[in-house]
């Protein structure tokens, strides 16, 4: 495939794939803006290798993996000191915004979990990828990905959560 023909494939791939790109990042960062500049940091790497990918079909899975990888370095490197941070006191009684109220908990749960263990059940669970494909994009055994499924979900049940990742309500929800 020439150069030229390489370009047109990722910019299309690009355009097509960027939106789900960012839910996929936005989960692994918890954050948007962090998950837009790890989409384009993961796909300028990417572009700089497009060349030794054997197909198009194998971008997909290739930014995924860059993806992961990417997320873990900067949380290595991020500062772990204090963040100021604005806490609002809890409102008594019943909200009525309570598919809002599950999300934010379903967040900060898994903001708790390991990044790998965080990045498996993403991928198991709002990407609904198989165990096989996680395996390749985490770089590890299939029997990996099953325990860091069977860890995270256990750490997710101590806080009431496990309902809300697996829901089918839950994979169509979109974020905004």
């Known amino acids: 495939m020439t150069d030229k023909a390489r370009d047109q494939e990722f910019a ?11 839910r996929f ?11 837009e500049d790890l989409v384009q940091t993961s796909l300028t790497k ?4 497009r060349n030794s990918l054997r197909s198009g079909n194998a971008l997909e899975s290739y930014t ?14 991020k500062w772990k000191g204090e963040t100021p941070t604005e806490i609002l006191p809890e409102p008594a009684g019943e909200s009525e915004y309570g598919v809002v109220d599950d999300r934010d908990l379903l967040l900060r749960a898994l903001a708790t979990l390991p990044r790998r263990t965080r ?3 993403v991928l198991r669970y709002f990407e609904d990828l198989p165990e096989a494909e ?7 055994s299939i029997g990996t990905v099953k325990s ?19 829901s089918p309500e ?6 905004e």
């Not at 990042?25 to 998950?35: D, K």
Request: aromatic fraction near 10%.
């Open 148 to 166: 860091n499924v069977s860890r995270g979900l256990a750490r997710l049940r101590e806080h009431h959560l496990v309902e809300a990742i697996s």
């Open 12 to 22: 299309e791939f690009v355009d097509g794939r960027f939106t789900a790109l960012q």
């Open 64 to 77: 995924r993996t860059v993806m992961v990888n990417t997320s873990t370095q900067w949380w290595r490197r």
């Open 46 to 49: 990417v572009w700089f290798h």
């Open 119 to 121: 990045a498996t059940l």
């Open 134 to 140: 996680i395996a390749i994009i985490m770089g590890c």
């Open 25 to 35: 990042g936005y989960l692994l960062t918890g954050e948007w803006h962090l998950a």
């Open 170 to 175: 839950r994979k169509g929800a979109d974020h």
